[in-house]
C-alpha cells in the first residue's frame, strides 16, 4: 500500500513551497549522546526511501553520531520552515548502514544514496577524522575521486523510520500530532489528533 | 571577572550578522524525552542572563520539556545561522525556574523576562494546556492582560549554564570545540580546540 501518509503530505507541501532556500533541506538531528546527554547538530534531508515514509541522510561513519546510535537507536528530528513557519518534529528509529552491512539491499540503498550526493560532497568523505584535533589542512593535496567509483569506507547512510510526528503550524496556529501502529498485515497507520500548540 | 568568552564572542557576532532574519533568534533544543529517546524543538533565544555566558528560554510550565528536564537537566542547542552558514552547539545544564522557586534572585530574573517579553507573547500563557487535545479555539474570549501585571503561573524561565560548545564555519571549513573547566575560585575557564570538521 502505497498511501501516502497525511504528515508526509505537509512536509512535501512545506519542502516545496519553501524550496527556494538553500537551508530549507537542513535539519535538527538530536540524538542520546554517550555520556548520557543530548547531542543535536543540523544535517541535510537526502530524500524518502523510494515511496515509504522513512527519512535519509548521509554521514561519515568517523562521526560521533554512529557511536551514539549504536547504543541508543532513537533519535528526534526537528525541521522548521523558515519561511512558511511551520515544524515537524520526528521522531523514530534510524538504521545505519555502512559498507560493513550484510544485507544487500540496503547496501544497494546505500550506494544510491552515494551516487545521488555530488562529487563535492563525496569527496568530504576522503578528508581527515572529524572531530579529532586538526593537524592537516582540509583535504590531502592531490586527493580525486573517480566518478564511478563506488562509496568509500567512511560514507554511511543513515534511514530514519518514523513513528511519532509532531506538526506545528504558527501561521495558522494550529498543532497535530500523528502517532503510529501497525495493523494485522504489519503496515503502518497514522492516527491524528489535533492537540494545543 | 567579566571577560568575555571567546565562543560568546562569535556567537554575539553572529547574531549581530543575521539579525536582518527573523528566525535568527530561533535555536533547537534537544532534551531527553521521559522515554529515554531524544525530544527536540525550536524555541527563541531570550538573551544571556545579565553579563554571564548563561542563555536564557521562556517556556510554559505546562509543556513537556519540563518533566523531562526535571529528570534529566541535560541538554544541547544547536543553533544554525542561515546567513553566514555558522553552527552552535551548546551543551550544558537547564535550571527550570518556575513561579514556586525558593531563590528570590531566580524569581527576579524570571520576573525580568517576564517583562521583556512582548504583551502577545505573555498572552499565550493564558491559553489552553499545550499538547493536549484541542477542544477549544485558542485563546479563550475576552482574555485580556494587565501589562505591569507580573509573570502568570504557566510562565517559565529556563537557564541554560554552558559546559561545551561546538563552532562550525562551513564558509571557512572550521571547527572549534571550547570545554569549560573550572579554576580554584569556580570561574570557568574555557579551552579552545581547532578539530576537523
Same mark, same amino acid.
Given at each position: 500500500m502505497n498511501t501516502v501518509t497525511p504528515w508526509k503530505q505537509l512536509l512535501l507541501h512545506a519542502i516545496e513551497a519553501n524550496s527556494h532556500l538553500k537551508h530549507s533541506s537542513f535539519f535538527q538531528l538530536a540524538t542520546i549522546g554517550g555520556n548520557g546527554r543530548p547531542s543535536n547538530r543540523t544535517v541535510v534531508f537526502r530524500g524518502f526511501q523510494d515511496e515509504t515514509d522513512k527519512i535519509q &541522510?548521509?554521514? =561519515?561513519?568517523?562521526?560521533?553520531? *554512529?557511536?551514539?546510535?549504536?547504543?541508543?537507536?532513537?533519535?528526534? &528530528?526537528?525541521?522548521?520552515?523558515? =519561511? /512558511?513557519?511551520?515544524?515537524?518534529? *520526528?521522531? #523514530?528509529? *534510524?538504521?545505519? &548502514?555502512? #559498507? /560493513?552491512? /550484510? =544485507? /544487500?539491499?540496503?547496501?544497494?540503498?546505500?550506494e544510491k544514496t552515494w551516487f545521488a550526493s555530488s562529487l563535492k560532497s563525496r569527496l568530504q568523505y576522503l578528508g581527515p577524522d572529524p572531530g579529532i584535533p586538526s593537524i592537516t589542512e582540509d583535504l590531502p593535496k592531490g586527493v580525486s575521486l573517480d566518478p564511478s567509483a563506488g562509496p568509500v569506507n567512511a560514507f554511511c547512510l543513515l534511514v530514519l523510520d518514523p513513528d511519532q510526528v509532531d506538526y506545528l503550524n504558527l501561521k495558522t496556529n494550529t498543532r497535530i500530532e500523528y502517532r503510529c501502529s501497525r495493523n494485522s498485515n504489519g503496515d503502518k497507520c497514522w492516527t491524528p489528533e489535533r492537540i494545543n500548540p
Open positions: &541522510i548521509n554521514t =561519515d561513519c568517523r562521526t560521533r553520531k *554512529i557511536e551514539e546510535l549504536k547504543h541508543c537507536p532513537f533519535a528526534e &528530528i526537528c525541521w522548521y520552515f523558515t =519561511d /512558511s513557519w511551520e515544524q515537524f518534529r *520526528i521522531n #523514530g528509529r *534510524i538504521d545505519v &548502514i555502512e #559498507g /560493513s552491512n /550484510s =544485507d /544487500s539491499v540496503k547496501l544497494q540503498e546505500r
